[in-house]
Nanobody, 115 residues
Framework: QVQLVESGGGLVQPGGSLRLSCAAS????????MSWYRQAPGKQREWVAA???????NYADSVKGRFTIARDNTKNTMHLQMTSLKPEDTAIYYC?????????WGQGTQVTVSS
């Protein structure tokens, strides 16, 4: 079965950096687009970034120029490098894929940006 496991979250000061990872299993990772979403307290889950099987990337305006999404198809892993972090980036970050008309989510990893 499809399984997505995020890691790498934590507490960081404003202006700092974090690198999130998403380990995938149970499907042919290299054939599917992958995405990062986030959900801040009291807010709806929002899309952050996406990467196609070929490595084409897209970003939400709020993170463009600060976050970089990447994938390693040899290790079935996706990453989100986050720099210049702001307090408003505080959220639970989720990785997601879509397969056979169904969405699959990881359990999320908490990112807190605070001094």
């Amino acid at each position: 079965q499809v399984q997505l496991v995020e890691s790498g979250g934590g507490l960081v000061q404003p202006g700092g950096s974090l690198r999130l990872s998403c380990a995938a299993s149970g499907f042919t990772f290299s054939r599917y687009a992958m995405s990062w979403y986030r959900q801040a307290p009291g807010k709806q889950r929002e899309w952050v970034a996406a990467i196609s099987p070929a490595g084409i990337t897209n970003y939400a305006d709020s993170v463009k120029g600060r976050f970089t999404i990447a994938r390693d198809n040899t290790k079935n892993t996706m990453h989100l490098q986050m720099t210049s972090l702001k307090p408003e980036d505080t959220a639970i970050y989720y990785c997601k894929t879509r397969r056979d008309a169904s969405d699959y989510w990881g359990q999320g990893t908490q990112v807190t940006v605070s001094s």
